[in-house]
């Protein structure tokens, strides 16, 4: 089983940027599509962003297209989530996924413990 962990979070103030990261355990961190997920308190886990195996394909939520940026590096088994203009709205628990599949599809088998990202206003 894959070990996702988690970094980066942080207090920042709106307007602010936060760089998070995922490191993945295992050899076979290509093969499978990965995905940013954030639960603020008191609503629904929501998918942020999300990235195909290859890289080449990448989705974003409405609220975050244009300010948040997902990528991944094969070779060193990472995912980050460049995240600017950022907003009181964007606080919440963000955690790495991973999906059972080279493309986005279905539910994560595979989660992060989760980073805490405070947006001040």
């Known amino acids: 089983q894959v070990q996702l962990v988690e970094s980066g979070g942080g207090l920042v103030q709106a307007g602010g940027s936060l760089r998070l990261s995922c490191a993945a355990s295992g050899r076979t961190f290509s093969l499978y599509a990965m995905g940013w997920f954030r639960q603020a308190p008191g609503k629904e886990r929501e998918n942020v962003a999300a990235i195909s195996g290859g890289g080449g394909i990448t989705s974003y939520a409405e609220s975050v297209r244009g300010r948040f940026t997902i990528s991944r590096d094969n070779a060193k088994n990472t995912m980050s989530l460049e995240m600017n203009s950022l907003k009181p709205e964007d606080t919440a628990i963000y955690y790495c996924?991973?999906?059972?599949?080279?493309?986005?599809?279905?539910?994560?088998?595979?989660w992060g413990q989760g980073t805490q990202v405070t947006v001040s206003s």
């Open positions: 996924a991973r999906f059972q599949k080279r493309l986005v599809s279905g539910s994560p088998s595979d």
